[in-house]
């Protein structure tokens, strides 16, 4: 569960037309992960795990914004289906390295993919 409670200052634009934030959120994911552990020789450090996740996503309000009080929502990004594929492992003992791709999809045309990369170093 994210709660997402970001609030920027309700103002006026140049041409005095209001322009307001819209709800906080509560997001909740319901999925599972899938994964294979691989060593790279026997007895070595070097592991990587290629894996396969499927989520559900729930927002509870979607993303909008208030302008000259005319509400406007990201449609579609109350209940969305993702598929993420990706790999993880550990290069050195306190190296660690991630790569995946996503793609999340909703109703009304929603549709998004997303790439991640990322390093995470131990002391």
């Known amino acids: 569960m994210i709660y997402q409670g970001v609030h920027a200052d309700n103002f006026k634009d140049t041409q005095g037309v209001a322009i307001n934030h819209g709800s906080d959120n509560l997001q909740t994911r319901l999925g599972f992960k899938t994964y294979l552990d691989i060593l790279s020789k026997a007895g070595s450090i070097l ?11 729930h927002n509870t309000n979607p993303y909008s914004v208030n302008i000259n009080n005319v509400e406007y929502t990201d449609q579609g990004s109350n209940n969305l289906g993702e598929i993420k594929l990706g790999i993880e492992g550990h290069i050195t003992q306190k190296n660690q390295l991630w790569i995946s791709a996503s793609y999340v999809a909703g109703s009304h045309s929603n549709q998004k993919y997303l790439g991640n990369l990322g390093w995470k170093y131990n002391f």
């Open 47 to 57: 592991t990587y795990s290629p894996y396969l996740a499927l989520n559900y996503i």
